[in-house]
């Protein structure tokens, strides 16, 4: 990876809109070697998808929460029967395993208070091989998506 590349990378962590033309322009490149270079940095995985950056509190998800979860069994067996659960559940919108205690963290949004308390009382608590749910309300988010340093 060149520093057109990191360009490229740069300028669509920015505005993944752009179109080839507009991007080309702004790393100083033709158009031709700036869509070559831009497949190849999709094929290679290095670009691994677009798309809109949604705003929770405009479509009325004005509650956020981290949740974190410590593991009865950490084996592999209960490890897939709760990843693959929680995938299921569409208020989770980001999910890491962590190495340590807790195993998991989650960051779930939802409508408000009572909706989160459903969520949590219906189905996080339900979730696989849990042992302990600990929860932290978000106050307001420092930074988000940040782009990747270059």
Do not use: W
């Amino acid at each position: 990876m060149d520093s057109f590349d990191k360009k490229i990378l740069a300028e669509l962590q920015v505005d993944g809109r752009l179109t080839v033309t507009e991007l080309a322009e702004r790393v100083g490149l033709s158009l031709s070697p700036c869509h070559r270079r831009l497949k190849a940095l999709e094929q290679s995985g290095a670009i691994r998808d677009y798309r809109a950056q949604l705003d929770p509190p405009t479509l009325g998800l004005n509650f956020s929460a981290l949740i974190f979860v410590s593991m009865i069994d950490g084996n592999q067996a209960s490890v897939t029967k709760f990843e693959a659960a929680v995938i299921d559940i569409p208020q989770v919108i980001e999910a890491r395993r962590l190495f340590g205690d807790p195993d998991y963290m989650l960051h779930v949004v939802a409508k408000d208070l009572p909706a989160f308390q459903a969520l949590y009382d219906d189905k996080l608590s339900a979730l696989p091989g849990v042992q302990r749910l600990t929860s932290t309300l978000v106050m307001k988010s420092v930074i988000e998506n940040k782009p990747l340093p270059l």
